[in-house]
């Protein structure tokens, strides 16, 4: 495997389901992401992980519950979800903004997501 | 705070015909920005940035951007489009924290035969 896989592809699952969301990276990064892609919505920047700490939370409800166990593997875990909650699911990773020093550059690389329904 | 606007959802564009994208961002600092490309049921994939130096970039499969600071816009152009094209291109813009990155909601791209 190469780049950034996602597993599942597509999940439906009922309101009272736990789920969970995979991401694995094989680039050598330290930063991953996840984010909520809505119909004709902007993306939405869910969870930074950088250096296996979070770093970001844009204030998420607390039934998506993120895990990074390593700099390889993200994690989210799902929990009486709400039909609203219904989109693709997007990780990416890239080189954590520290790991490059002041002005350095450092692009995100995409998975292909997981399509979530909630029924 | 950063945003970013693509006042187009949609285009529609008959093959070989010219593209143009548009997108305007708002920022307070120093920005950067990007084009993604996603095709149907792939992630998003980088098209070309904008970090310093000209203000012209180019990129893969024959796209360019132009940074207009005045405009505060980078509009995504392609002289002659092809049927595999079709896709949704993001605009994004990225501060001194790389690690956040805020996108527009997109716009579909039509290539039409």
């Known amino acids: 495997e190469t780049g950034v896989t996602q597993t599942p592809r597509h999940l439906v699952m009922g309101m009272t389901n736990k789920k969970s969301l995979k991401c694995e990276q094989h680039?050598?990064?330290?930063?991953m992401y996840w984010y909520k892609q809505s119909a004709k919505k902007p993306l939405e920047l869910m969870f930074v992980?950088?250096?296996?700490?979070?770093?970001e939370n844009n204030s998420v409800p607390s039934r998506f519950s993120p895990e990074c166990p390593n700099s390889s593997h993200l994690f989210l875990h799902l929990h009486t979800l709400q039909p609203e909650d219904s989109a693709l699911y997007l990780c990416?990773?890239?080189?954590?903004?520290?790991?490059?020093?002041?002005?350095?550059?450092?692009?995100?690389?995409f998975g292909p997501g997981t399509r979530l329904t909630v029924l | 705070a950063q945003s970013v606007t693509q006042l187009d959802s949609q285009v529609p564009v008959f093959e070989e015909a010219p593209v143009e994208l548009r997108c305007n961002y708002s920022?307070?600092?120093?920005?950067?920005l990007f084009w993604y490309v996603q095709y149907p049921n792939q992630g998003l994939q980088l098209l070309l940035k904008?970090?310093?130096?000209?203000?012209l970039v180019k990129g893969i499969n024959g796209f360019e951007a132009e940074f207009n600071k005045s405009q505060t816009s980078f509009h995504l152009r392609k002289p002659s489009v092809h049927i595999s094209d079709t896709a949704e291109y993001f605009c994004?813009?990225?501060?001194?924290?790389?690690?956040?990155?805020?996108f527009g909601s997109g716009t579909k791209l039509n290539v039409k035969p």
């Open positions: 994004a813009v990225s501060g001194n924290n790389f690690n956040k990155f805020y």
């Open positions: 920022s307070s600092v120093s920005v950067y």
């Open positions: 990416a990773s890239s080189l954590s903004a520290a790991s490059g020093g002041p002005g350095s550059y450092n692009e995100q690389f």
């Open positions: 904008y970090l310093s130096g000209s203000t």
């Open positions: 992980y950088s250096l296996e700490e979070r770093v």
């Open positions: 680039l050598g990064h330290n930063a």
